[in-house]
């Protein structure tokens, strides 16, 4: 770690303190950040403090650290003070190429505002041929006295810049310089032999600001050493990806290789997307392990969900949506078939051991179907799912033949039909709906009472307004059929049936109190004696 002198003049006083300024391997500079000026600044050693020494550390002649040259205020000059004192330092016959590194251009705050002249300079002027000289946003200069082979044999901007002119002892000026500090150290690593050692102990953040000066300056071999680092290191986080991926992007028409990094965001495999999406579907549909199951779809429900946010071709959408169907009829036809096996007469006579497994995988295939319907009604494309299920009238009349604590797994993909219909979440045809609930709806009654204790995701009141909503979207005599069974059902078993009053006052108040005519027109039979009932 070597030191430089820092000189601050402020109301006739001078104020020194030592800034460490780290030096590569090789020899050459790493400037500090702009914190550090600042900090000294505000926060200057007492005068009567013994200066350190300089270090006297030789190293090669033409990388030494000079000291800070001492500005004056900014009054004496239309530029910064270290600009004017290195004009003058300049011979009259030495031209001066000033040139300007684009950069976004933004309002400075009131603390840049503040007067302050600080000078860094690098690097010894007599075995020098060349004089960079960068003008910081920050409120300070730093001169580079470098070499002019190697800035050209490194940059195409400094190339450019310098094959204007051949001067004996050219000086750059380079204005309004966004990142001095990266500018400075990037400029250092055109010394460097091995530029990737260079940069493994940085941040990923540090090294995308090197790599944009490294692309304005035109340094070629340091944006391939940073995509080569950019490629290995790991990105922490979505905003690093993002801010990643976006800086090699634009590096893509300069002629470097950045397939490599940008392989670990996108694939140019041919296999289809599809395929891919069905072997995660499959594997997830298959797992017996409960607690994976449970995570896993929580994590696809969530990960698809995004998915629907974001824009994408109908065709694709449609490809995903038949995997799942696919998916669907497959957990249908697995149903049907246990739901055969359990109502043999001898099933209930077997062994513990033997009934079991086909309890269980009636619940597992139960659950795979319900966490697709859910998948479906987010993707808004569930009616078919309710066409599918209401033509199940097989696997409704085997129903009843099963314990209740087998079956109860398969009213709850009813129980979740009729909420989604409710909510408008399933738009199904009229006579999906009603069959559906002539289907559905008396399993789902005999099953009421179990779904109520026996299960913890099971919200009555959701339930039984999804259902009362499913019915008044019928015709009102379907309606009238439909509520008069349920009727029946509730009279006799009270709690352990489905609470339908609210649709039931809503359907009376259609038949008995305002009927609508045909020609549009409505008559109240007994308006001012009929309390009022809010439609759903």
Request: aromatic residues 6%.
């Amino acid at each position: 770690m070597a030191e430089i002198r820092l000189t601050k003049v402020e109301q006739g006083q001078t104020k020194i303190r030592n800034v460490p300024i780290a030096v590569t391997p090789e020899g050459f500079w790493c400037c500090p950040s702009p914190n550090v000026f600042q900090k000294s600044l505000k926060t200057p050693n007492p005068l009567n403090k013994p200066k350190s020494p300089l270090p006297t550390t030789q190293t090669p002649a033409h990388k030494k650290q000079t000291s800070v040259t001492e500005k004056r205020p900014a009054s004496a000059a239309p530029k910064s003070g270290a600009v004017s004192d290195e004009k003058r330092g300049v011979s009259a016959d030495t031209p001066t190429v000033t040139a300007s590194v684009p950069a976004e251009r933004t309002p400075r705050s009131k603390t840049e505002n503040v007067p302050r002249k600080v000078s860094i300079e690098f690097g010894e002027p007599g075995t020098s041929d060349l004089r960079v000289i960068l003008l910081g946003k920050q409120g300070f200069t730093v001169k580079l006295n470098v070499h002019k082979n190697i800035l050209v044999e490194n940059s195409s901007f400094f190339a450019n810049k310098i094959s204007v002119r051949q001067p004996v002892f050219p000086c750059i000026e380079i204005d309004d310089c966004e990142d001095v500090e990266i500018c400075v150290e990037t400029i250092g690593l055109m010394y460097c032999k091995e530029m990737k050692q260079r940069l493994i102990k940085q941040s990923v953040s540090r090294v995308l600001r090197i790599i944009k000066v490294a692309e304005q300056l035109g340094f070629k071999s340091c944006m391939q050493s940073c995509l080569e680092y950019l490629e290995a290191v790991p990105w922490v986080g979505e905003e690093e990806e993002e801010k990643v991926v976006s800086s090699v992007l634009r590096l893509q028409s300069e002629g470097i290789g950045v397939t490599p990094v940008l392989k670990r965001v996108s694939s140019d495999i041919s296999k289809p997307h599809k395929d891919t999406f069905s072997h995660i579907l499959e594997l997830v549909l298959k797992s017996n392990e409960e607690r994976g199951r449970r995570e896993m779809k929580s994590v696809v429900l969530k990960l698809l969900r995004e998915n629907n946010c974001l824009p994408s071709s109908s065709g694709s959408v449609d490809s995903y949506n038949e995997i799942i169907y696919g998916s669907c009829r497959s957990c249908l036809d697995s149903i049907l078939i246990l739901f055969k096996q359990a109502a043999e007469p001898e099933f209930s006579s077997n062994s513990t051991d033997c009934r079991e497994p086909v309890v269980k995988q009636i619940y597992l295939e139960a659950d795979n179907l319900s966490w697709m319907l859910e998948i479906l009604t987010d993707r808004q494309a569930a009616d078919e799912f309710a066409v599918m299920w209401a033509s199940q009238q097989e696997l409704a009349s085997l129903h009843t033949k099963l314990p209740i604590v087998s079956r109860h797994h398969v009213s709850c993909i009813t129980a979740k039909l009729f909420v989604g219909i409710g909510k408008g979440e399933l738009l199904p045809s009229k006579d999906t709906r009603n069959l559906l609930l002539q289907t559905w709806l008396q399993p789902l009654i005999n099953d009421y009472s179990w779904l109520q204790h026996g299960s913890r995701s099971f919200d009555r009141k959701v339930v039984e307004e999804g259902i009362g909503r499913t019915i008044l979207t019928l015709p009102l005599e379907e309606q009238q059929s439909i509520l008069l069974s349920w009727l029946g059902s509730f009279l006799k078993s009270g709690d352990n049936c489905p609470n339908l009053q609210r649709a039931f006052e809503v359907w009376w108040r259609r038949t008995f109190v305002r009927p609508y005519a045909e020609s549009g027109n409505t008559r109240p039979l007994d308006h001012a004696t009929t309390p009022k009932v809010t439609e759903h």
